[in-house]
T-cell receptor
Framework: QQQVKQSPQSLIVQKGGISIINCAYE??????FPWYQQFPGKGPALLIA?????SEKKEGRFTISFNKSAKQFSLHIMDSQPGDSATYFC????????????FGGGTRVLVKP | EPEVTQTPSHQVTQMGQEVILRCVPI?????FYWYRQILGQKVEFLVS????????KSEIFDDQFSVERPDGSNFTLKIRSTKLEDSAMYFC????????????FGPGTRLTVL
C-alpha cells in the first residue's frame, strides 16, 4: 500500500502556539519523509525532511518526530507565526521507486495574530 | 537562487484539445517529475523522467499523456485529448541526481478544461 494519511485537515492556532500535524504511512519500505509547505498559488516547497533511522529532526521552529514502529511521523511548528499560515503536506518516498513522492492530503494551518 | 519555472501559469482549453505544459528545471538537475493537484485534493505523482526516458509512471499517466525533453533545458508534459477531469494544477519538479531525495517544485500550471 502506498497511502499516506494526514490529519487534521485544518488547524487554527494562536500566534505563539504550537501547530501539530500527524501523518501515518503503510509501506514500511519508504525511506524518506519530507514535509512541504505550500502558499496559495505557489508550488510546494520543502520545509524539512527525515529518514527512518532518526527519531527526531529539528530545524529552527520546525521539528519532525518519527515513530518507525507505529509508522507515524509528525510536524511540530513551535511559536507559530501568521507567516506560517499555509497548507502543509507530508510525503514519503522510496529510492527504489525513483523517489516518487506519495503525498498526504494536506493540512491548512491558519495562525491568528 | 535557482528555481524551477513553468509556463503558462494558466491554460484554458476545450475538451478534446491537445495541450503542452512546459517546465524549465534547475539547470544542473537530472531527474524530472510531473505531479498534479486537483482543486482541494492532494498532490499526485504522474511520472518521473531520467536519462531521456520514463523511470516510473502512475496509473493516472495513461496513453493520453506523454513527456519529452526536447532540448537541454525544457521538460514538457503533453496531454493529447483533454478531458474535463484533467482540470488541475500541474507541477513540475526536479532533483539534482537520482540519489538525491530533495525535489524542487515549480509554481505550477493551472489547466482548465471546458
Amino acid at each position: 500500500q502506498q497511502q499516506v494519511k494526514q490529519s487534521p485537515q485544518s488547524l487554527i492556532v494562536q500566534k505563539g502556539g504550537i501547530s501539530i500535524i500527524n501523518c501515518a504511512y503503510e509501506n514500511t519500505a519508504f525511506d524518506y519523509f519530507p514535509w512541504y509547505q505550500q502558499f496559495p498559488g505557489k508550488g510546494p516547497a520543502l520545509l524539512i525532511a527525515i529518514r527512518p533511522d532518526v527519531s527526531e529532526k529539528k530545524e529552527g521552529r520546525f521539528t519532525i518526530s518519527f515513530n518507525k514502529s507505529a509508522k507515524q511521523f509528525s510536524l511540530h511548528i513551535m511559536d507559530s507565526q501568521p507567516g506560517d499560515s499555509a497548507t502543509y503536506f507530508c510525503a514519503a518516498s522510496l529510492k527504489a521507486a525513483g523517489n516518487k513522492l506519495t503525498f498526504g492530503g494536506g493540512t491548512r494551518v491558519l495562525v491568528k495574530p | 537562487e535557482p528555481e524551477v519555472t513553468q509556463t503558462p501559469s494558466h491554460q484554458v482549453t476545450q475538451m478534446g484539445q491537445e495541450v503542452i505544459l512546459r517546465c524549465v528545471p534547475i539547470s544542473n538537475h537530472l531527474y524530472f517529475y510531473w505531479y498534479r493537484q486537483i482543486l482541494g485534493q492532494k498532490v499526485e505523482f504522474l511520472v518521473s523522467f531520467y536519462n531521456n526516458e520514463i523511470s516510473e509512471k502512475s496509473e493516472i499517466f495513461d496513453d493520453q499523456f506523454s513527456v519529452e525533453r526536447p532540448d537541454g533545458s525544457n521538460f514538457t508534459l503533453k496531454i493529447r485529448s483533454t478531458k474535463l477531469e484533467d482540470s488541475a494544477m500541474y507541477f513540475c519538479a526536479s532533483s539534482a541526481q537520482p540519489s538525491t531525495d530533495t525535489q524542487y517544485f515549480g509554481p505550477g500550471t493551472r489547466l482548465t478544461v471546458l
